[in-house]
Each structure stands twice: as C-alpha cells, then as structure tokens.
C-alpha cells in the first residue's frame, strides 16, 4: 500500500498582548514570582513593548505569530455580580474602601498568559478532522476564572469557521474539573500534519486517589483533562495522562510547561517532572510505535528544581526555524543570567539530542508576575487549509507590530502601583484604549463597554 501523503502544517503560536492595566498584585498561590514581587511597581508600556517584541522576534525568525487582544478591565461587570452598585467610577470607589482585594482581582491583566487561554487539539488528531478548542476554566484562582467567557468569544472571532475549527464551552463540574488550559498538555509526533500523541499532565485525581499536597495547590485534576480529551473526539491509544510529581508542585511548579515543553518528537523536562516517569516512558513507546521519541531529561544533580523554576528554563519555546538545522529554544534572559542553568545549555546544544540552538528574549515584567515565553503564547497546530481560515487581523505583520506599538506608545502607563487600582481615570484611559484596538484588529464592538 502507498505511504499516505501526510498533510503540510505548521505550529502557529497565539500570544496574549499585555493589557493596560498590568500590575503586581500577588494573586497567584503557588507562584512564587508573583508571591516575591507583589504590591511592586510594575510598568505596563514597557510590559506590552517586551511582549509585542518578543512576538515579532519569532515573526522575523520564519515563524507563523497571532496575537490575542487583552480583555476588558476592569472587569466592572464581576464587581456588579458582587454587590457593588452606581455608576462605574463608583462600583471602583466603594470596592477601593469595602474590598480591595477583589478589586485587584478584577484588574488583573492575567488573560496575557495565552497558553492558559485554552486546550487545542489539531485536526490530524481528531476524529472529525476538525481543530477543537476548549477554553480553560481556571477554577484554582478568581481573577483567571472570570477569563472563560471573553477567552471563549475571542477563539471564535479568530477561528471563524465551523467547517475546520470546533469550539466547545469551558468545563463546568466545580472544582473538581479546574482546567488550566495548553500549560499542562503537551503534543508529540513526527510532524505537525501528522497524528499525535496527546500528553495530558495533572496534579491532582478529585475522585479516587487523591495526591495530597501541603504547600502549594494542584491545578489541573484528572477528570478535566480527562473530559477535554473526550470532548475532543481524541484516539484513545494516543492519549496519555501523566500525573505531574507532587515535589514539582511543592517547589512552586504550579503548571508542567514550568518544567517541562516538547515540540515535534521532543520531550524536554526536568528529571523530577511526572511522579511516575517509567510509567510514562513506557506508556509513550506504546502509542509512538516505530516513531522515535527523545526524552532530554535534565538532571536534578546539574540543575535543581530551585533553579529550574527560577530561571523558566523550560518555560520557553521549542521550535523548528526554517532553514535552521535542529531545534531552538527561545528562552527568557533569565536563563542566560543563572550560571547553572546557561552553562547547561551550552553543553546541551553540544549534545547528540535535537536541541542544536538558543535564542534569548526580554520578557521580565510578565517574568516578575510568573509568565515566561511559554506562558505567553497558545500553540496551534494548522494545515494548510485551516491556516488561511484564521482571521487574518490576528496575525502579526510587519505593519500590525508597528501599529501595535504606536497603540501602545499612545495609551499605557509607564508606571503601576497597587494604589492606582482606585483611580478612575485608569478605567477610562483602558477603555480608550480598547476601543481603538477594537478598530485596528477590525472587530466591531467587541467589548461588553462597547455594547451600551
């Protein structure tokens, strides 16, 4: 029988372009970046420039770059729901003076981490041939669980086409189904139009056995990333689920792109990433078949776990850049700026693995909130015929950066501080600013403040 042809595709990555209102709050337990540098002055103009170059870097490198727009924030609408009352300005005064915290909550410009925007799984790996999308619930923390719904209009407006994309609302089932999204599912295969396999990371099993932990809480459950893969129409020979090890979660690895990130037939991961490593090696080789894997395990003993999660060395990017051989991490400053870890690296480009090259980007004002590179984009895996059905105001173009930053230039801050949370003007300087973005991506009223 004649070798099927397998489909040209590529991995687009969605990155979250940083909102206004960007600032260091500490809401995220469990993220010891965002626990160190909370109530500190963050610096929004500089974050969105950091963010929108770092897009246009993988542009320029042969990458195919989309952008995902901030939501709207504050989010007036939530602070209703909670009991607050009068004109905008005034829900934002009464809950400054009664309830801070959920104000901050509400400011959050936390919808920038794109890989938590959703779970996508490409068409050559679903049984309807479609790309279907699941936005994260992000149960585990308030200011990202009230993402869902904008995440959810955002997708369709992007991926508008019910013939090649499948959207399917976030999970509901409480708690016991918290989904974060892309930060815990990981992708293998030969080729990107080839089937895959789905590699579904947890930290916790809601019903049955729970692993306890006692610092930090698990994020992602079993039974959500379970559902996703049911909703998806998913093969289930080519679907793995694999418990994140309790001692990652405990160090501050709320999520598995914090110690682990794969591309292609690539697994690159810290030694102590799963709880049951053997188990899912063997569980791997079973569903590749004769398709070679490569596990680039680091070792504890060079790099430690403290190490790894300060620096985000495996919350980078791994790709294939045209016309380079082997493969690229793009990994954030930080990486180059630990001994340790950058003196690693150096060894491993040196090393008989894929990973022949490393690129490094600025990304520390979304670094000092917890974000790495990885954090900021949302993979999708797209044919040639699902490619040129994506919303073409959503990819970066030469023209579309320097518009982009000119938006940015006009509207952000160049300082934030937990203060100014209560300061009206901040609400009508977003909205502005949302509201001419609005034009430039060509989507109408987009925006809940748009529709009044």
Request: glycine content about 6%; charged content about 20%.
């Amino acid at each position: 029988m004649p070798h099927e042809k397998v489909p040209h595709a590529v991995e687009m990555n969605f990155d979250g372009l940083i909102g206004s209102t960007h600032n260091y709050a500490g809401l995220s337990h469990g993220n010891l970046a965002s626990a160190d540098n909370a109530k500190r002055l963050s610096h929004p103009r500089q974050a969105a420039k950091e963010g929108l170059a770092k897009m246009y870097r993988l542009h320029q490198l042969g990458l195919k770059q989309g952008v995902l727009i901030p939501q709207e924030r504050p989010d007036i609408a939530t602070l209703r729901q909670l009991g607050f009352s009068g004109t905008d300005c005034a829900v934002i005064a009464k809950a400054h003076k009664t309830a801070p915290h959920l104000l901050a909550m509400c400011y959050s410009a936390s919808s920038m981490w794109a890989a938590n925007a959703a779970t996508v799984s490409p068409s050559s790996d679903t049984q309807d041939g479609r790309v279907h999308f699941t936005p994260a619930n992000l149960k585990s923390m308030f200011h990202r669980s009230i993402e869902q719904g904008s995440t959810s209009k955002l997708l369709k407006a992007v991926f508008n086409n019910d013939q090649h994309f499948a959207h399917h609302n976030a999970l509901g089932g409480g708690v016991h189904f918290g989904d974060e999204g892309a930060a815990n599912h990981n992708r293998l295969c030969a080729e990107y139009g080839e089937q895959g396999i789905e590699l579904f990371v947890y930290g916790k099993q809601d019903f049955g056995d729970a692993l306890a932990t006692t610092r930090f809480p698990a994020r992602q459950s079993l039974e959500a990333s379970m559902a996703i893969a049911r909703k998806h129409g998913l093969h289930a020979d080519k679907v793995i689920m694999a418990r994140q090890s309790s001692e990652v979660i405990e160090a501050g690895g709320f999520h598995n792109d914090v110690v682990s990130v794969s591309n292609k037939n690539v697994l690159f991961m810290h030694e102590l990433a799963f709880s049951n490593k053997a188990e899912l090696f063997k569980q791997v080789a079973t569903a590749s078949g004769d398709q070679p894997i490569h596990f680039v395990e680091v070792p504890n003993q060079a790099i430690s776990l403290h190490d790894a999660i300060k620096s985000y060395l495996f919350n980078s990017q791994l790709v294939n850049l045209p016309s380079t051989e082997g493969m690229t991490l793009i990994l954030p400053m930080e990486s180059k700026e630990n001994p340790s870890v950058y003196n690693y690296l150096l060894e491993l480009i040196q090393q008989d693995t894929p990973i022949k090259n490393l690129e490094f980007v600025d990304v520390r004002q979304s670094m000092r909130n917890g974000g790495g590179p990885a954090c900021l984009r949302l993979r999708v895996v797209l044919n040639e015929q699902e490619l040129v059905q994506v919303n073409p105001s959503f990819v970066l173009t030469d023209k579309l950066f320097t518009t982009l930053n000119q938006w940015v230039d006009k509207h952000y801050r160049n300082d934030l501080s937990a203060s100014d949370l209560a300061d009206p003007d901040l609400l009508v300087e977003g909205r502005a600013a949302l509201d001419e973005l609005t034009q430039i991506m060509q989507l109408g009223s987009f925006y809940n403040f748009q529709q009044v």
